[in-house]
């Protein structure tokens, strides 16, 4: 329509310059304007005595207004005004027509792939169009760009699409070659995140138009899709974790689904969901244990379902490296208890757990247990930084804050906070309020604001329930299902005492409360974070009776026990730590390797030697050397290209001149073949970008029957300057036509004519 009415494509009219082909001044068109533009005022302003009624002036203005119109537009349609616009010479310029060669262009919408798409319209007259009037050359890219002489050698198996890096390859050629223009046929699903900013740069510099065709659906009417895996990547071993799987989906609304976590051929979990309406992603929980030490490589899936339109979305991998290392508790506790003994039994049961225990039998006497030498411990708490920070969490019972020196308050504080490490109070006669915390040196570490007062304490009998933060919390996990979990916790027997924990800071989070006999309800369990560590307080010593009221093969209380221990220490780092942001690589091949490296007092180490050594697939062996991050103290950073497909290990080593600082290893993958069914509609927004910023068009594959027209509009390749006349357009005739009506037509309301 456009066309029909200016003569010339919008994109003629983007790219033209105006000029006008008379040869007459152009000061004698503004003096005729002028001119005439007085004698029509002066011929309307003898006809005012025919025009009646109050608003003449403005009726007698508007058909001035409507004559001067016309009469300029007719000055103007004299000078003949024209576009002087920029076009390709035939024969002499190449027309890049780029073809995406993908997995994705394999998908199979309304009975015919996205390839037979494509190929349809090249061959039913679009390539022969184009080779009538330029050289053309064809190529197909996925991950990689590469020339091909016919259609036929199109197979849609690349792993990757890499739009950005393929053009900027093409544009490359433009030094030798005179390329007037590019034709980008694909779904626009570019796995490198969309086309960068200096690509779009060097576009614009040689001034080659990209002409997009989009191929494929924007929407898909049924499709489940795994957008997103958030699990740990390190494990003790027999621990359980919880995948936060991120999911969208059309066309199923409120449909049950079944989600599975599997490890090699073995089921770890398997979990229903139903899925929500609308087109917001919803994300799930699933929970499984991570069994024995090893490098699990995790595929977490939805099961397909009838009707999905691309059931090769449902699953990603993610690696979980379950360590057999056992972390090291110190447990602190003022007096014999029940609590202490069925804590120990507790632990003593748990594979990954190692417990060192200080008993104070009496006021100077104290009775060690769990030491791995006679020295270990010898003089009580540990006084001294490098000793304290041989654990990896330290629990503190009934224990007044008057017993620790200022000394051991602050290495305690610098355990949680420059260690990293956990740290667990509990409740009893000479704990928490009662012991003095509140107003010690520790109470800015607390997850609570203590109350300030005494005789907290008491040995009353409350029952429990879990909060919902505590639901979805794995330390209070004893059922999979959270429904028959909060059952179970509501049916254990009641707790022997409580301690009222005052409120809990905004920081905090309170997974389980206790419900005294008297009425109420008070926080029991409450965790936060603190620095680089984690501070719990647990307000009982009576949860012994989990154990003692109920049947032998009864587990809650080993369970709750190892797995808040479990949270204690887990993250608890050593003293170099080496991770990457992606442990799988779907069709990437740049890994980033960080290592954060802390001296024998866990300060940053900035002045270390870090260096990699990595392991790879077919025998690969390599080494590389870690980089400090300017921003921040020892830390350390390495990019690395991973190229074949397959697992890695790189173990990273620090060291400071002969002194070994530490070592830690982190692994990752190599997969080919997988991000192209994610994110596999079109990307319409992308392409149509890309075009607008290089002056080409975007046109569905269903309609190209402008294309090799407009693709003549070019500044690149060898061009040639022409000229569209715009004096005799429908659209200034009509314009003309409209004037001279809308005057007949005034005149005649207000009786003018």
């Avoid at 066309?251 to 989600?259: L, S």
């Avoid at 599997?262 to 799930?284: F, I, N, Y």
């Avoid at 442990?583 to 490296?597: F, S």
């Amino acid at each position: 329509m456009f066309d029909f009415f200016f003569k010339y494509p919008a994109s003629v009219f983007a790219k033209g310059q105006f000029v006008l082909l008379a040869s007459w001044p152009l000061w004698w068109m503004a003096a005729l304007m002028v001119v005439g533009g007085l004698l029509l005022a002066w011929a309307v302003w003898r006809q005012r005595k025919r025009v009646a009624g109050r608003a003449r002036g403005l009726r007698l203005a508007a058909l001035w207004a409507l004559q001067a119109a016309m009469l300029a537009l007719l000055l103007l349609m004299l000078w003949q005004p024209a576009l002087s616009v920029s076009t390709l010479k035939p024969q002499q310029n190449i027309i890049a027509v780029v073809l995406d060669d993908s997995k994705s262009m394999s998908l199979v919408e309304n009975g015919s792939s996205r390839k037979q798409k494509v190929l349809e319209a090249l061959n039913q007259g679009l390539l022969a169009s184009l080779q009538k009037r330029f050289q053309v050359r064809l190529y197909r890219f996925d991950g990689k760009l590469e020339r091909i002489e016919k259609l036929e050698q199109l197979k849609a198996e690349g792993p990757a699409t890499r739009i950005g890096e393929n053009l900027a390859q093409v544009v490359a050629e433009s030094a030798t070659l005179p390329i007037g223009a590019i034709v980008l046929i694909s779904d626009g699903a570019d796995n490198s995140g969309g086309i960068d900013l200096e690509t779009l740069n060097l576009l614009k510099r040689h001034r080659i138009p990209v002409h997009a065709i989009g191929v494929g659906r924007e929407k898909f009417d049924k499709d489940i899709e795994v957008t997103d895996v958030l699990v740990a990547q390190r494990s003790l071993e027999d621990s359980r974790l919880s995948a936060a799987v991120t999911l969208k989906q059309r066309g199923f609304d409120n449909t049950k689904v079944r989600i599975t976590v599997k490890s090699d051929s073995s089921t770890l979990s398997a979990q229903e969901v139903t899925l929500h309406g609308g087109a917001a992603s919803q994300t799930e929980a699933v929970v499984f244990n991570t069994g024995p030490a090893g490098l699990k490589n995790l595929r977490i899936a939805v099961e397909p379902l009838p009707g999905e339109e691309n059931p090769h979305n449902n699953a990603v991998s993610r690696l979980v490296n379950v360590e057999s290392r056992k972390p090291r508790i110190l447990y602190l506790e003022g007096e014999p208890k029940w609590e202490f003994k069925f804590i120990r039994r507790a632990v003593e049961e748990d594979r990954s757990l190692s417990l060192a225990t200080i008993l104070r039998t009496t006021q100077n006497k104290i009775y060690r247990q769990g030491i791995q030498s006679p020295r270990e411990l010898e003089q009580g708490f540990p006084s001294k930084v490098e000793e304290l920070f041989g654990y990896q969490g330290i629990i503190i019972g009934g224990v007044e804050a008057g017993y620790f020196s200022v000394t051991q308050m602050e290495i305690l504080k610098q355990f949680v906070d420059r260690r990293g490490g956990g740290l667990l109070f509990l409740a009893g006669r000479s704990g928490l309020s009662d012991g003095g915390w509140g107003r010690s040196a520790l109470a800015e570490l607390l997850p609570v604001i203590l109350p300030d007062r005494k005789s907290t304490f008491r040995r009353d009998p409350a029952q429990v329930e879990l909060t919902q933060a505590g639901r979805d919390s794995l330390i209070c996990r004893l059922e999979e299902d959270p429904e028959k979990n909060a059952e179970r916790w509501k049916k254990l027997p009641h707790l022997a005492d409580y301690q009222d924990a005052g409120e809990p800071k905004p920081g905090a989070v309170v997974l389980v409360q206790a419900l005294p006999t008297s009425g109420g309800k008070l926080p029991l369990l409450i965790t936060q974070n603190y620095g680089r560590g984690r501070v719990g307080v647990l307000a009982t010593q009576g949860s012994w009776r989990w154990q003692m009221l109920q049947p032998v093969a009864d587990k809650s209380h080993e369970m709750f026990w190892q797995q808040l221990l479990r949270w204690l220490v887990q993250d608890t780092p050593g003293r170099v730590v080496a991770m990457t942001p992606k442990p799988v690589l779907a069709d990437e091949t740049k890994v980033v390797l960080r290592a954060d490296v802390r001296d024998k007092n866990y300060l940053p180490a900035s002045d270390a030697k870090v260096t990699a050594q990595i392991l790879g697939p077919g025998g690969l062996a390599e080494q590389l050397e870690l980089a400090p991050d300017p921003l921040t103290p020892g830390t350390y950073l390495a990019e690395w290209r991973a190229e074949p497909a397959g697992a890695y290990v790189a173990e990273i080593l620090a060291k400071r001149g002969n002194e070994e600082l530490g070592r830690d290893v982190v692994n990752f993958r190599r997969e080919d073949g997988v991000a192209e069914y994610f994110g596999a509609e079109q990307n319409r927004e992308l392409l149509e970008k890309l075009a607008a910023e290089t002056a080409g068009a975007y046109y569905p594959v269903s309609n190209l029957s402008k294309l090799s027209d407009q693709i003549s509009y070019s500044e690149a390749g060898i061009s040639m300057r022409e000229t569209k006349e715009l004096w005799n357009m429908p659209a200034l005739f009509l314009l003309l036509l409209s004037l001279r009506a809308g005057e007949w037509l005034l005149r005649r309301a207000w009786g003018v004519i």
